[in-house]
């Protein structure tokens, strides 16, 4: 049987890959689709989304975009991550 991710988990993969590379001054797109694990059009929809709603900051860079999480979407995400523990508590997976 298939297990498909929820959106809620689609979103804190994508947003905890741009996390593991904010050290290099953000997330490049071939590095969210490869830790992300998702095609470039569903990326690329995501990321406009998570920008418009205030999670993450898109940084024009030589080579394409760069993204950052901002200070909204640090915390989006330690809740989500605060949220999966409690449920993994009571054997669900969100």
């Known amino acids: 049987m298939t297990t498909y991710r929820s959106q809620v988990r689609v979103m804190a993969d994508l947003l905890r890959a741009i996390r593991d590379d904010e050290p290099e001054g953000g997330a490049k797109v071939s590095v969210l689709l490869r830790k992300a694990n998702m095609s470039y059009a569903r990326m690329v929809e ?48 969100i």
């Open 46 to 93: 995501l990321t406009d989304q998570l920008v418009e709603k205030g999670l993450l900051i898109k940084v024009p860079a030589e080579r394409g975009n760069l993204y950052k999480l901002s200070e909204r979407g640090k915390e989006f995400l330690a809740n989500v991550e605060t949220f999966e523990k409690f449920a993994e508590a009571y054997g669900l997976k």
